[in-house]
């Protein structure tokens, strides 16, 4: 079974940047699936802010954070990341990642780690 562990977050001012990480344990997992990134913010629903396909490296956003996030992966380090620049308050949010079932949908596929808490301040 493969465990998803996220860190990387904190507390940031607005315009700051962050790089989030999402390492996999038990098997190569990172580099067989299409990935993602998803953030739920204190009151409103889990939503997707980022996926990186595989096979191959497509990459999307949410509209959201396009021009401003960066998804990759390190196979090798069985490990996807995220590049948050310019954050905003609205940014602010505990951040999972996940695999992805269908990027028709970017549903999630497994069960959620832990997370990471990212706070923007004004």
């Known amino acids: 079974q493969v465990h998803l562990v996220e860190s990387g977050g904190g507390l940031v001012q607005a315009g700051g940047s962050l790089r989030l990480s999402c390492a996999a344990s038990g098997r190569t997992f990172v580099g067989s699936y299409t990935m993602g990134w998803f953030r739920q913010a204190p009151g409103k629903e889990r939503e997707f802010v980022a996926a990186i396909r595989a096979p191959g490296s497509r990459t999307y956003y949410a509209d959201s954070v396009k021009g401003r996030f960066t998804i990759s992966r390190d196979n090798a380090k069985n490990t996807v990341y995220l590049q948050m620049n310019s954050l905003k308050p609205e940014d602010t949010a505990v951040y999972y990642c996940?695999?992805?079932?269908?990027?028709?949908?970017?549903?999630?596929?497994?069960?959620w780690g832990q997370g990471t808490q990212v706070t923007v301040s004004s």
């Open positions: 996940n695999a992805i079932e269908s990027v028709a949908t970017m549903s999630p596929s497994g069960s």
